[in-house]
């Protein structure tokens, strides 16, 4: 049930009568001029000023009843009272410390705090930079004095913090205060936008990490405001709400005008500029760690190598996980890695790779220490006879250096053998011997391959032709058979050479008398075969019978001739006594048997 504020008004005027505070007896209210108390009205308390023994107090009486909330109260002041911290007031709560219209009513009295809003104070010392860096560095102190005793304001923005003349930081307004007991309860005060992050409008319960965002958003404004006392005229900081950020500036920081405007200043406001985005990046501001953690060096978590030993020349990765920085670098030639999180790398000797990871500041050094192991090397390997013949032995030798193991793969078989040493062998077939060996770091593995051949003796087997002799212009062939030869080649002492690997057989057609012989080689050996003499009968030459019989036909008398039936016998015979002597392979005389024809 609401108190009547009138009802209230009535019993400030008469605290002489009303007033149930002991501590309080004979305060008196501030009257403004038109004789009314001098007072806030909030949605659930009226805040008046209350002066006893040249001391001020704010007064505070709920107009509307705080139910479980009182009990809250009673909490915040309890600590408070035990903390003593120096940038609250006191803050006590009184049960039935008012009697309004005969009801006792529980109040709350706090140290009535004199000093300028923020706000009045920064726009007064605009362009003194050093008390300007000196508040700032005071109100640091201040957060991690809060964090430290486990409080949070709740609602830091400019209206809620006073510079009293001394200069030291005052805290006002603990409604929204959260200490261990009250976490996690439902909030009453959420705090302005522009100082919160936006998550924190949708959370609603109390946390000791409420101030987080806020206590970034002011420390940043007020260092920025340091160095570019522009600022404030450009964001008309004076006339509105806000210090340097407005909620629309939260929704795309990286974005926005102001997030340019700081990027042009010194490296420490770049890096709380990149500690307030990431800070945006995150979807709930319990997610949060304070931004003082943010302000000492780097921490590299961890900074490795996918190998600790590497072969010369080999890739490897460096790989590492570092918090807050602005920049990484590392040595031997690598230099600037901020914006990735590995790199590949080829050492060439042993080295040790030092990480650096900076930030406005502080620094974080690391080293890695890599060592690079020789490549295998291959002093020897070879056969003493690459190319042996059926059934001869040779041997196999082999020296090598930097290198784990050493395997001999050949014809099936796989033998572990020393770096260096030989192998007799008699292989009864062409056959590879693969060397196999592992580098000095025990994975790397290579392979190089000795091939001996073997080679059979040649035989010539045969060498016929179906005729020795022949009329010139008729063909012969020519055949044979060879064994172990990868090359034969028919020779003769007339005619060129002629390449008859791939054959068995040839004909030819002999112009006059020859020999033949074969040349069969492979790689150790060649053989040639026995001479087959071929000889030729050249066919005559007859006169032209124009040169025989006298020209013109008056010279020679007319006759009639009947040779046919002669002519039939003659040419039969002749035939027949010509192919019988050149199937018994006999020597004859054409011209021989031409006259004998004619002659019949």
Request: proline share 3%; net charge neutral.
């Amino acid at each position: 049930m609401s108190i009547n504020k009138q009802d209230i008004v009535t019993a400030i005027l008469n605290s002489d009568t009303f007033l149930k505070v002991p501590e309080l007896k004979g305060a008196k209210p501030r009257i403004e001029s038109n004789g009314k108390p001098y007072a806030f009205v909030g949605g659930f308390n009226m805040v008046f000023q209350l002066e006893h023994q040249h001391k001020k107090w704010a007064f505070r009486v709920w107009h509307v009843p705080m139910g479980e909330h009182t009990n809250r109260y009673r909490k915040i002041s309890k600590y408070l009272s035990e903390k003593k911290l120096p940038y609250f007031a006191d803050f006590i709560y009184d049960e039935k410390g008012i009697l309004v219209n005969g009801n006792l009513l529980d109040t709350i009295r706090m140290e009535w705090l004199e000093g300028k809003l923020l706000k009045e104070y920064l726009e007064e010392n605009l362009g003194n930079k050093n008390k300007l860096t000196k508040l700032a560095d005071d109100f640091l102190e201040m957060c991690k004095t809060l964090r430290e005793n486990n409080i949070s304001h709740g609602d830091l923005q400019e209206g809620n913090i006073l510079i009293d003349r001394n200069g030291n930081i005052k805290l006002v307004d603990y409604d929204s205060i959260c200490i261990p007991e009250i976490e996690g309860q439902k909030e009453l005060v959420t705090g302005l936008k522009g100082y919160q992050h936006p998550s924190r409008f949708k959370a609603g319960k109390a946390s000791l990490k409420a101030d987080y965002f806020s206590e970034l958003v002011i420390y940043l404004s007020i260092l920025a405001l340091s160095e570019n006392s522009n600022l404030w005229n450009k964001y008309q900081v004076k006339d509105t709400q806000y210090l340097l950020f407005t909620e629309t500036d939260f929704e795309d920081f990286a974005d926005s005008e102001i997030y340019n405007d700081l990027q042009k200043l010194s490296n420490s406001i770049k890096s709380l500029t990149r500690i307030l985005n990431s800070y945006l990046s995150e979807n709930n501001y319990l997610n949060l760690t304070s931004f003082e953690h943010y302000l000492k060096a780097p921490k590299i978590i961890n900074f490795g190598s996918n190998e600790k030993e590497v072969l010369k020349g080999k890739t490897i990765e460096l790989s590492w996980n570092i918090e807050n920085y602005d920049k990484i670098s590392i040595n031997n030639g690598v230099g600037n890695v901020t914006e990735k999180h590995s790199i590949s790398v080829s050492p060439t000797n042993t080295a040790t790779y030092k990480l650096l990871a900076e930030n406005a500041f502080d620094k974080t050094e690391k080293e890695l220490n890599i060592t690079v192991l020789p490549l295998p090397k291959i002093k020897e390997f070879r056969a003493k006879h690459q190319k042996i013949e059926f059934g001869k032995e040779t041997e196999i030798v082999w020296d090598f250096e930097n290198v784990e193991k050493v395997e001999l793969n050949y014809a099936g078989n796989l033998e572990v053998i020393s770096n260096k040493g030989n192998k007799v062998i008699s292989p009864s077939e062409d056959t590879n011997y693969k060397i196999i060996f592992t580098a000095l770091d025990g994975v790397t593995k290579e392979e190089k391959t000795l091939k001996v051949q073997v080679f059979k003796r040649i035989e010539i087997e045969t060498f016929t032709t179906d005729y020795e002799y022949i009329v010139e212009s008729l063909p012969i062939e020519l055949n044979w058979k060879i064994n172990n030869a990868s090359g034969i080649k028919l020779c003769s002492n007339i005619d060129k050479e002629i390449d008859v690997t791939t054959k068995n057989k040839i004909s030819l057609k002999p112009k006059r008398n020859q020999y033949f012989y074969l040349k069969a080689s492979n790689d150790l050996f060649t053989v040639e075969s026995e001479k087959i003499n071929i000889e030729v009968q050249n066919l005559p030459t007859l006169p032209r019978f124009e040169n025989i019989i006298p020209a013109g036909k008056e010279l020679i008398p007319v006759f009639t001739l009947d040779f046919s039936e002669n002519v039939n016998n003659i040419l039969t015979e002749s035939q027949i006594s010509f192919q019988k002597a050149i199937k018994n392979n006999k020597r004859f005389n054409l011209l021989e048997s031409l006259k004998t024809i004619l002659s019949k």
